[in-house]
């Protein structure tokens, strides 16, 4: 490597002028002896002995993985793709567009190096069905989809392939932790593995009833309850929460409603579960609030209770025109 040989003692003052000049080579390491430095340079410079030294390469720090793709991938394609991604546990969940669907392969290998996880996965369908599961391609790495994912203290053990759970909703689950009261009996009406309940029972003395009819996810839940020594504080139930509320003997001071694409056809059950006072968390897709607010409204009218609307806020970007927002509704009487 051509270098430019300076005294030690004025190595760090000709390193700053040949930068700020750009004759630095900056893919190489400085090398120094006992009275010289060797300074990596792109071509001639004037004033200075040059010499032929070896050096050892600098490391290149990825930024992101697309720059892993710059010789695979047109700047188009680069461009179409979805940087960001889905990280649950040592598990990484990839969109990727249609039109380069045969350059998956590429795409996950690169994902794979650049976030050293366990395990790349691509999406392959939309969330669907009553259980809440999408299908997934493995690209790289390990072909196994059981992680834990840890979040706000907890622990949460899950199959990427048999349950549905979104790491984007991290900072609303502690939201709603935030805003509970000790003391209060909770009950999420479709809890998955149980997130919302895990992370509030975790932080809260409360008591909370979880609800789903994914049998995989009841499962999960179970198993999160012992690993976060919760048993006893989170009671799991699987079935249909409309049909297993029947069997419920009292109100709540709190329900969550987190099914944004079906919620509100449930919202006659919460309302009629809800204590006097007391907080319904709703969630629906939507491009505004007013939707979901004429919902709630709607449901505790006929009901014969009220509705206070005590916050609104969107939670993420379904779409460009689609949100999934969240409602909170304080119930009370007429």
């Known amino acids: 490597m051509k270098c430019v040989k300076v005294p030690l003692r004025q190595l ?7 930068m700020e000049n750009s004759l630095m080579n900056m893919d190489f390491r400085i090398k120094t002896d006992g009275k010289f430095g060797y300074i990596p340079i792109n071509e ?9 030294v070896e050096l050892e390469p600098m490391k290149k ?7 892993l793709l ?15 991604f889905d990280t649950i546990g040592d598990i990484v969940i990839l969109e990727i567009p249609d039109e380069l669907y045969d350059k998956r392969q590429i795409i996950g290998d ?4 650049f976030t050293k996880r366990k395990a790349i996965y ?25 992680t834990i ?23 609303e689950r502690k939201r709603v932790m935030e805003s509970v009261e000790d003391g209060e009996k909770i009950l999420d009406m479709f809890c998955g593995i149980g997130p919302f309940p895990i992370v509030i029972a975790r932080n809260k ?3 909370i009833t979880a609800v789903d009819i994914n049998e995989n996810a009841i499962r999960y839940l179970e198993e999160n309850i012992e690993l976060n020594k919760l048993k006893g504080t989170v009671k799991p139930y699987c079935g249909d929460v409309r049909e297993v509320a029947k069997s419920f003997n009292c109100k709540f001071d709190r329900i969550i409603m987190n099914l944004p694409g079906l919620a509100y056809t449930f919202l006659d059950v919460a309302v009629d579960l809800i204590k006097d006072g007391g907080i319904i968390n709703y969630y629906e897709f939507s491009d505004g609030y007013e939707q979901g607010i004429k919902r709630l409204e709607t449901a505790c009218e006929n009901a014969g209770k009220k509705v206070e609307i005590v916050n609104c806020r969107k939670v993420k970007s379904i779409s460009p025109d689609e949100w999934h927002v969240a409602i909170d509704g304080k119930v009370s009487k007429n």
């Open 12 to 18: 760090n003052d000709v390193r700053i002028k040949l």
């Open 44 to 52: 001639d410079v004037d004033g200075y002995e040059t010499v032929d």
């Open 61 to 67: 720090v990825v930024r992101n993985f697309s720059e």
């Open 70 to 84: 710059e010789d695979e991938l047109t700047d188009e394609e680069i461009e179409n793709l979805k940087t960001s």
């Open 110 to 113: 690169a994902a794979y190096e």
């Open 122 to 146: 691509m999406k392959k369908s939309a969330i669907k069905g009553t259980i809440r599961i999408r299908d997934l391609e493995f690209l790289a790495g390990s072909d196994d989809s059981v």
């Open 149 to 171: 994912h840890k979040e706000h203290g907890v622990r949460l053990k899950l199959d990427v392939r048999e349950v549905y759970f979104s790491p984007r909703l991290a900072t």
């Open 205 to 207: 003395n409360v008591e």
